[in-house]
T-cell receptor, first 119, second 111 residues
Framework: GAVVSQHPSRVICKSGTSVKIECRSL??????MFWYRQFPKQSLMLMAT?????????EQGVEKDKFLINHASLTLSTLTVTSAHPEDSSFYIC???????????????FGEGSRLTVL | QKEVEQNSGPLSVPEGAIASLNCTYS??????FFWYRQYSGKSPELIMS????GDKEDGRFTAQLNKASQYVSLLIRDSQPSDSATYLC???????????FGGGTRVLVKP
């Protein structure tokens, strides 16, 4: 199956700092990537849809100025958590759909996830 | 009303038995349906996809879809302790290609 790599897998930072998480599709091109957040014992919540070469689409309630998304190439999307606070501590997971798949039927391939802890 | 609903469980089943998981969704125009398995601390992995009404079997897993009832289920036959995980139902919205997840059902398979 397709491989999506996410880095770092675990990061601890001080409150007020910024953290960048990378998501790469290793063996396929992805014009669209998705960023999810998962708090303990809860399901995945979609934060934003990352579109290659254009602005990301954010879900309601997600601050676009706090969660900066850049999708500069067909294989890389980055999520930057700016001025992180303890309440931003969560499991962040990216996913990608292979370009060229049938619309609305493509499978999503998930990265390994990044656990962010803000002290 | 949540867009995708699942019983949170835990669903406890003895080893070798059948685990039955249910999921309902609110968007009648939904096109694609997926079951993901997520172990604690890990990201989800796809185990089944289904796009048309009826049953779809893959090994010990069977997915069932009933679009009229807006209902999708997953059966796990001959359950093993390694099947203990949270199972997430996910639906692709008709209006776009983003995936919406249910809350997940925690399954515990006891030896």
């Amino acid at each position: 199956g397709a491989v999506v790599s996410q880095h770092p897998s675990r990061v601890i930072c001080k409150s007020g700092t910024s953290v960048k998480i990378e998501c790469r599709s290793l063996d396929f091109q992805a014009t669209t990537m998705f960023w999810y957040r998962q708090f303990p014992k809860q399901s995945l919540m979609l934060m934003a849809t990352s579109n290659e070469g254009s602005k990301a689409t954010y879900e309601q309630g997600v601050e676009k100025d706090k969660f900066l998304i850049n999708h500069a190439s067909l294989t890389l999307s980055t999520l930057t958590v700016t001025s992180a606070h303890p309440e931003d501590s969560s499991f962040y997971i990216c996913s990608a759909r292979r370009t060229g798949g049938p619309l609305n039927t493509g499978e999503l391939f998930f990265g390994e996830g990044s656990r962010l802890t803000v002290l | 009303q949540k867009e995708v609903e699942q019983n949170s469980g835990p669903l406890s089943v003895p080893e070798g038995a059948i685990a039955s998981l249910n999921c309902t969704y609110s968007d009648r125009g939904s096109q694609s349906f997926f079951w993901y398995r997520q172990y604690s601390g890990k990201s989800p992995e796809l185990i089944m996809s289904i796009y048309s009404n009826g049953d779809k079997e893959d090994g010990r897993f069977t997915a069932q879809l009933n679009k009229a009832s807006q209902y999708v289920s997953l059966l796990i036959r001959d359950s093993q302790p390694s099947d203990s995980a949270t199972y997430l139902c996910a639906v692709t919205q008709a209006a776009g290609n983003k995936l919406t997840f249910g809350g997940g059902t925690r399954v515990l398979v006891k030896p």
